[in-house]
């Protein structure tokens, strides 16, 4: 008997290759597979995996025998339903191509860009017997023909090769050769170099509604909002791991679910498009046709007619969404959030200035902001008191209830009723009196204004028997200028509405608004963050409408790896020491100067000498005086600026830091500036350590200079 023949008497029949493992000489051990699916892109294919999670969810219910039916598996967090049967991936919120599904166990290399593509499952079973069997008899160099007429080669387990026909069959019955170069094949997905996702949270703690701005694309790359609210989606989900973890670890937060609201392709539905199209020029086509498609949207916006088509697709979109979402997750119990890129923050901004708050809920917000700004008004007078070394009375007026307003009100005979001495005495008073002096030199002060203006939407904008009407007048309703239009409203109230790189500080003033009341709040969303890049030439403030009066930076937003950018370190630093030298130059010219100019009298010397030792002392005392002193009035000040309720008393700008390559040119990446927000982390890590805290969640570490 040959050595073949004992070794195929020794070796048990074979077996289907989902048996297991068959030991004869040499183990074969079943495949595993990973599901796939088909991404189409500017008409290239491309398979993208399954997170684990997806897979093993999909393995399962194919492993049930239920795959027959129409079995309905939800993966991606929910955002798409893989309908078994059909083998197809449909996406549930949106509109979307459908996608191919596949079962992947066997892949080859592509010609295009050496990514590896699965073969079909029928082919995958053939490739997976022969594989069997080569391995249990030891037999190989097997070849197989795939359905394409292309070769396969099974040389040994770790040499697998794929040929492309270079003649097909005709009437001279030529077949295909293995000419040609040859391709690897691969077994099994842990072979291939591909990245798998392990996938998302089950449980989802907030849902947040995303409305684009103007055009289909949102980035510098031409993508649709579905594309780029996934990239921020995955931000989110990296920077909960970084950030969050300890509140992971213990199961307290799941994740925050952003879904995109798309307005632009119901507008250009209506036929607006073929009428402009008449009207175009033909020359510098392209050039047109992006104006028509992007820059117009800001024209529509402004006319009744599309205005109210805007508008109205937004909510219902929005309302749609949302009940969908509570359909598919029916124990979401978190709140729902908005955000606004460019043009949308405005829609957004107008439909949440245009919501009607329920009456009980009017009386009780009332209640609540007046309890509020009590307590703030208390922490205000305790600051005040820490800032004249006169802490250890803080109780006495505490006792008292005395807030500023009411301290501002207080003479010598009341500090005395409530015992205070009159070393503290004298100096509240000279506080208050050098505080009114100051008042009186500016104008329009929002404390002073604040009981003698209309709220917003009211008839009246000021009381026509007040003596301050050139104040009051200055306060305009945030409504006035908007479009006539009837603005829909929303199922749900907004906790927080976030405005990305927006335009509403300049198409409020446009509109006539001056100033924004500092008692004005959004009728149902207590929460308003307005987040911008330094070099975005569409974004604009938002505070200084609120507080006029002032001049103070926005707040800078920490850098997510918890510091402040090396080289904007390195600017201030250099600024610094510019204006040191600055100083001290300055105080050595002075000084030599005086001395020149007195150095020919004689008859004076002694006395000149008295003069410039003087001089030299206030010199060189300026300079340390100067920055020794205004910096602490500076910090003191910060944290008592009011920028109103229109984010619940908190500040409302935040300012991105530039990166280092971008601060060489600003004009450069302006571009970049505006579309720069969907791969931000640092405007993601805000927008979800805002989220967080309102369930009362913080970050891991404070990150230094957040709020």
């Known amino acids: 008997m040959s050595a073949r023949e004992q070794q195929q008497a020794q070796t048990p029949p074979a077996a289907p290759p989902e ?18 699916y088909c991404k189409v892109t500017d008409s290239r294919e491309r398979w993208v995996p399954f997170s684990t999670q997806d897979s093993e969810r999909l393995e399962e219910a194919h492993g049930s025998g239920r795959d027959k039916e129409d079995l309905v598996v939800p993966t991606s967090g929910g955002r798409y339903d893989v309908h078994l049967k059909k083998r197809q991936r449909v996406a549930v919120y949106w509109e979307e191509e459908i996608s191919e599904v596949r079962r992947c166990t066997w892949f080859y290399k592509g010609d295009k860009d050496n990514k590896y593509i699965p073969y079909s499952e029928t082919f995958s079973k053939e490739l997976e017997e022969a594989y069997m069997i080569a391995v249990t008899l030891d037999e190989w160099k097997k070849k197989l023909e795939s359905p394409s007429r292309e070769i396969i080669i099974l040389h040994n387990p770790k040499l697998m090769v794929h040929y492309h026909p270079v003649a097909t069959s005709d009437d001279w019955g030529s077949t295909p050769t293995e000419q040609g170069r040859p391709r690897t094949v691969k077994r099994g997905v842990e072979n291939i170099a591909v990245e798998i996702p392990n996938g998302e949270p089950l449980q989802i703690d907030h849902l947040v509604f995303v409305v684009h701005g103007i055009g289909p694309a949102c980035d510098i790359r031409f993508r649709s909002i579905v594309q780029c609210v996934n990239d921020f989606r995955n931000v989110s989900l990296s920077m909960l791991q970084a950030h969050f973890k300890k509140a992971q670890e213990q199961q307290q937060i799941g994740r ?35 104006i028509n498609d992007t820059i117009l949207d800001v024209f529509f916006y402004n006319s009744s007619t599309y205005c109210q088509t805007i508008v109205d ?22 709140g729902v959030s908005i955000a606004g890129h460019s043009l949308g923050s405005l829609i957004l901004f107008d439909l949440l200035t245009n919501q009607k708050a329920a009456p009980e809920e009017d009386e009780h917000n009332e209640e ?31 006792k008292e209830k005395m807030d500023r307003q009411a301290l501002f009100l207080c003479t010598e ?14 100096k509240i008073l000279h506080y208050i009196s050098s505080k009114e002096e100051m008042q009186d030199q500016s104008t329009a002060a929002p404390g002073h204004s604040r009981e003698h203006v209309a709220e917003p939407g009211s008839p009246s904008q000021h009381d026509p028997d ?67 890049h330094p070099f975005d030439p569409v974004a604009y403030r938002i505070e200084p409408m609120i507080v006029p009066d002032l001049e103070f930076e926005p707040m800078l937003l920490p850098h997510h790896k918890g510091r402040k950018r090396m080289h904007l370190e390195l600017k201030e630093g250099l600024t610094r020491m510019s204006v040191d030298l600055k100083n001290n130059l300055l105080g050595s010219l002075r000084v030599a100067w005086q001395s020149f100019t007195r150095a020919p009298l004689p008859a004076v010397e002694a006395a000149s000498t008295d003069a410039e030792a003087e001089a030299e002392a206030s010199v060189e005392k300026q300079p340390d005086t100067k920055p020794d002193e205004t910096p602490p009035a500076v910090k003191e000040e910060a944290p008592l600026i009011n920028v ?25 990446f302006a571009l970049q500036g505006h579309l720069c927000y969907w791969e931000s982390e640092d405007t993601v890590l805000l927008v979800l350590k805002e989220i967080y805290q309102t369930q009362g969640i913080t970050l891991d570490q404070p990150l230094p200079g957040s709020q």
């Not at 952003?258 to 036929?271: A, D, E, I, R």
């Not at 902001?369 to 205000?380: F, K, P």
């Not at 280092?660 to 040119?665: A, H, L, M, R, T």
């Open 313 to 334: 697709t937004v909510a219902s979109e929005m309302n749609r969404l949302y009940q969908l979402f509570l359909q598919r997750n029916p124990l979401f119990k978190g």
């Open 368 to 398: 609540g902001s007046r309890t509020t700004s009590s307590n703030r008004g208390i922490e205000e007078v305790r600051e005040i008191l820490k800032k004249l070394e006169l802490s250890e009375y803080c109780e006495v007026f505490e």
């Open 413 to 426: 005979k009341n500090l005395k009723e409530m015992g205070i001495p009159l070393g503290p005495r004298m």
């Open 256 to 290: 925050v679910e952003f879904l995109p609201v798309n307005w632009h392709s119901s507008l250009h539905s209506t036929g607006v498009d073929v009428d402009l199209e008449r009207i175009t020029l033909p020359s510098i086509n392209r050039l047109r046709h992006f």
């Open 466 to 532: 007040s003596t301050d009407n050139a104040r009051n007048c200055q306060y305009r309703d945030v409504g006035l200028g908007q479009v006539s239009a009837n603005y829909p409203q929303l199922n749900y109230k907004p906790t927080i509405f976030f405005a990305f790189g927006s335009p509403i500080g300049m198409f409020l003033t446009v509109r006539g608004v001056k100033r924004i009341n500092p008692n004005y709040s959004l009728p149902t969303c207590k929460g308003f963050f307005n987040i911008f």
């Open 19 to 36: 048996a297991g493992e068959l030991d004869a000489g040499n183990r074969y051990e079943a495949v595993v597979p990973h599901w796939f």
């Open 644 to 668: 109103g309720r229109l984010n619940g008393g908190n500040r409302i700008d935040y300012v991105l830091q530039e990166k280092p390559i971008e601060s060489f040119n600003e004009y450069l």
